[in-house]
């Protein structure tokens, strides 16, 4: 990838489509782990990446809940879940069951 599209979320898709996106969250959580670190030589490292994605997660379902859309938020979400799911506990995440499902 492009330096302007990491840095900037500047791509070639349009912004509607772009706003739609798991990338745009990937590495909105890739870039806030950058400055706690500014000054070290010590780098961010993925687990920490991926936690920082799983509270923008959660976040996003709270607010999804807020206004009535998780259905359109599971499914942006659906491949992080299905990540997360198989590499944390390998079985669905709880909050993405559904009404009549029961976790393990």
Avoid at 46 to 56: A, M, S
Avoid at 58 to 68: D, H, S, Y
Wanted: aromatic share 8%; glycine share 4%.
């Amino acid at each position: 990838m492009e330096p302007l599209p990491m840095l900037l979320n500047h791509t070639q898709i349009p912004l509607g489509r772009y706003k739609k996106t798991l990338i745009r969250h990937f590495l909105n959580a890739a870039k806030s782990l950058i400055p706690a670190r500014w000054k070290s030589p010590v780098v961010p490292t993925i687990t920490q990446w991926i936690e920082k994605v799983d509270e923008i997660y959660n976040m996003e379902i709270l607010t999804a809940e807020l206004r009535g859309m998780q259905d359109r938020c599971t499914r942006l979400w659906t491949p992080w879940i299905t990540y997360s799911s198989d590499r944390r506990w390998g079985r669905p995440r709880a909050d993405c069951l559904g009404p009549d499902e029961e976790a393990e």
